[in-house]
């Protein structure tokens, strides 16, 4: 797929044909097809219709990670259904935010043969009932069924578009010339005004009776949109009452005063190929036009407001952007969103984001550059003349320029760096202290006009402080990975008779340090302890508190597992902390080919034995560690014959999101056959609950296999 166009071949029609199928078969208003580029985790929306593109600018490239329902319904492989507006904003708060129209949707996911391709994304009237049908849902999975084996079949793998491809739904249409001008005279008649907009609010046909009531010449008004050729409905209210109607297909009516003191009355009818907008002259409102906010008299007798004020579409987007950027959590966070979001919502062909550190600027990301001119770039000092990066921050002035030669008239050398032909440099500032600089750059001259220039000037805050918690986090982190590495044990000791493979891997949300750990202690030559736990939390407490456990464990290591996690528990205690923990013991008697099992409150193993049913080993757990001294601690002694696997693992294998913990953990226990290479048992676990590999929480495991009798 080249960039910008999507899908290839006949691609681009099927998905057409299937999504306005879709919309039309189930009832919806509008919809959309996303789909997944894997090297990047990204969902891009390839195709809408029912809407204006401009609406879809906010969520045309979405991280895999975002908490959105497209993302959430590829993520997790199920139908997502959102009822309401008031369910919207539950569950997904951030969307919400940048949506805020009645109206209900689902997402359902292009499941492939082998992963996840993408979602299909629908939009249904305010009016839709709390739960979709069953034909509704038979349609939508049939549509994701079509679309998802197109796309298996595909010679190449699909890469996210730079922009959404808009597709009419179409309608019904008089016929006939005759039909036309009947239907024309008769609105001609009418005493009021009558007005079409199509769905992305350009006029498509209004009467001379509108014409004269909005002030202007039709042949002037037709083609454009209403907010952009009337200064006096240049309102973001005024916009946003025409995306209510366009998104929630309901019917909306607002009065507006035309200067000097002509008050309309509009009426705006949704339907899915436009609106049909009824004008009307109106009373003035109560305590006659001086209650109207005073505006400056324009020429014309309109009104003038100011240039620079953001349409309602750009304070959504602003509001969508700014509510993502106070979820990212490390520095590379940071960067995908700008790169994945704003790069795409102002149009921006690159990217650099630099902190500003110990005098100079230190690039942390960066899109669309090549490695030499980063490498040019990065570590500049505060003061450099050879870009305005170091300026803007120092005075935190943005700074903008359409062309390379007005950007040469000031930095000579800045132009030549790059084959950039337009950029936005933005100065972080937090409170007077400088944080670093974001630039936008574009690949063709740009002139940026008065709400770009607001927009982004606002975004730079946002980022600012996105950027300067994220650097706080990154330090944190940092120190947190260095303690868990060190905790960890770097190799598991060799012991005759018994297999061993373990693995450690950290959350794939955010850059979160978790407690879980694992150990394998030799005691002698025929017997080892095996340890695996989960200390609550996802922080510097968290791993130092594992690293303690650790120590508690190996110091009572060979005493029955029962005293072993009694002990333990004790010394927990004495630590005085607040997080629990949870832990199973292992006591493997290799030559008398047994296993004595204690849990404090952790999962119990998953157990094969040759010539067994695979399944769950029988365990009596005792409470977390930390909850109670005095509680007693079972054990459960089972064979260990040669052959047997037994494997140990923390529950952020075994919980997923919408799924049963137990056929969970029963469809792991079959995935333990004999003989089978004990780190492809692990790499089959793990993709057997994430295939995607986007598990939200910490994962250890450690697998056990008797090869043979002790001597």
Same mark, same amino acid.
């Given at each position: 797929m080249a960039d910008g166009g999507g899908e290839d071949l006949g691609q681009a029609g099927f998905l057409d044909d299937v999504l306005v199928d879709t919309v039309r078969r189930t009832g919806a208003s509008a919809g959309g097809v996303y789909l997944l580029d894997e090297s990047t985790q990204v969902l891009g929306l390839v195709v809408i219709c029912g809407v204006p593109t401009e609406v879809a600018v906010p969520w045309t490239r979405l991280p895999l990670a975002a908490p959105v329902p497209v993302a959430e319904a590829v993520r997790e492989d199920r139908f997502v259904w959102v009822a309401s507006h008031d369910d919207l904003a539950r569950a997904y708060p951030r969307v919400a935010a940048s949506l805020p129209y009645r109206l209900a949707l689902s997402a359902a996911p292009l499941s492939g043969r082998a992963q996840g391709r993408g979602a299909l994304l629908l939009l249904w009237p305010a009016s839709h009932p709390p739960e979709a049908s069953g034909r509704e849902r038979a349609h939508i999975a049939a549509a994701a069924r079509r679309i998802a084996h197109v796309l298996d079949d595909s010679p190449r793998p699909p890469t996210v578009p730079g922009q959404p491809r808009l597709v009419p739904l179409g309608g019904f249409r008089p016929r006939g010339t005759q039909n036309v001008q009947a239907a024309a005279d008769y609105l001609e008649r009418l005493p009021e005004g009558a007005v079409a907009l199509d769905l992305e609010g350009r006029i498509t046909y209004l009467t001379a009776t509108a014409a004269g009531l909005l002030g202007r010449d039709g042949d002037h008004l037709r083609g454009t949109r209403p907010w952009q050729s009337l200064p006096w409905l240049d309102d973001p209210v005024v916009e946003d009452h025409y995306r209510t109607a366009v998104i929630s297909r309901d019917p909306v009516a607002f009065t507006a005063l035309r200067p000097p003191e002509s008050w309309l009355r509009f009426h705006l009818y949704p339907d899915a190929s436009g609106i049909s907008v009824r004008i009307t002259r109106a009373p003035a409102p109560d305590g006659g036009p001086g209650d109207a906010p005073p505006r400056a008299a324009a020429p014309g007798g309109t009104t003038a407001l100011p240039a620079d004020r953001a349409q309602a579409g750009r304070l959504y987007q602003l509001m969508h952007l700014a509510a993502a950027l106070t979820e990212t959590v490390a520095v590379r966070d940071v960067v995908d969103l700008i790169g994945d979001m704003v790069l795409p919502a102002f149009g921006a062909d690159g990217l650099v984001l630099s902190a500003a550190d110990a005098g100079r600027l230190r690039i942390t990301g960066h899109r669309g550059y090549d490695q030499e001119v980063i490498d040019r770039l990065d570590g500049l000092p505060l003061d450099t003349d050879v870009t305005p990066a170091g300026q803007v921050l120092v005075d935190g002035t943005p700074s903008f320029f359409a062309s390379p030669e007005e950007m040469a008239r000031r930095y000579p050398s800045a132009p030549k760096i790059s084959d950039k032909q337009a950029w936005a440099f933005l100065p972080l500032i937090i409170s007077g202290r400088p944080v670093g600089c974001c630039v936008l750059s574009y690949n063709h001259p740009r002139a940026f006009s008065a709400d770009e220039r607001a927009v982004l000037t606002s975004l730079a805050g946002v980022i600012a402080q996105s950027l300067d918690r994220a650097r706080l986090y990154d330090a944190k982190h940092e120190l947190a990975h260095g303690l868990q590495q060190a905790l960890l044990p770097r190799s598991l000791p060799a012991v005759p008779g018994l297999g061993v493979a373990a693995r450690y891997l950290p959350s794939s949300h955010g850059m979160d340090i978790g407690g879980d750990f694992y150990d394998l202690i030799r005691l002698d030559e025929t017997t080892a302890a095996a340890v695996i736990g989960d200390v609550q939390g996802h922080n510097v407490a968290a791993a130092a508190l594992m690293g303690q456990v650790r120590t508690a464990i190996h110091a009572t290591a060979g005493a029955s597992p029962s005293e072993v996690l009694t002990r333990t528990n004790r010394v927990l205690a004495d630590l005085e902390t607040d997080l629990?923990?949870?832990?199973?013991?292992?006591?493997?008697?290799?030559?008398?080919?047994?296993?004595? !099992?204690?849990?404090?409150?952790?999962?119990?193993?998953? !157990?094969?034995? +040759?010539?067994? +049913?695979?399944?769950?080993?029988? !365990?009596?757990?005792?409470?977390?560690?930390?909850?109670?001294?005095?509680?007693p601690c079972p054990v459960t002694t089972l064979p260990f014959t040669p052959g047997t696997t037994l494997a140990l693992y923390t529950d952020g294998l075994v919980e997923v999101p919408g799924t049963d913990l137990d056929l969970t953990t029963a469809g792991l226990a079959a995935l333990l056959p004999d003989g089978a290479d004990l780190d492809a048992v692990i790499d089959a676990l793990l993709h057997r609950t994430w295939p995607q590999g986007r598990h939200t929480d910490d994962i250890a495991v450690l697998l056990l296999r008797s090869s043979a009798p002790a001597p």
């Open positions: 629990l923990v949870s832990c199973l013991y292992a006591h493997l008697d290799l030559a008398r080919r047994q296993v004595t !099992l204690a849990s404090a409150g952790h999962p119990p193993p998953l !157990l094969h034995r +040759p010539g067994h +049913p695979p399944g769950i080993a029988p !365990l009596d757990p005792a409470p977390l560690l930390g909850v109670d001294l005095d509680a």
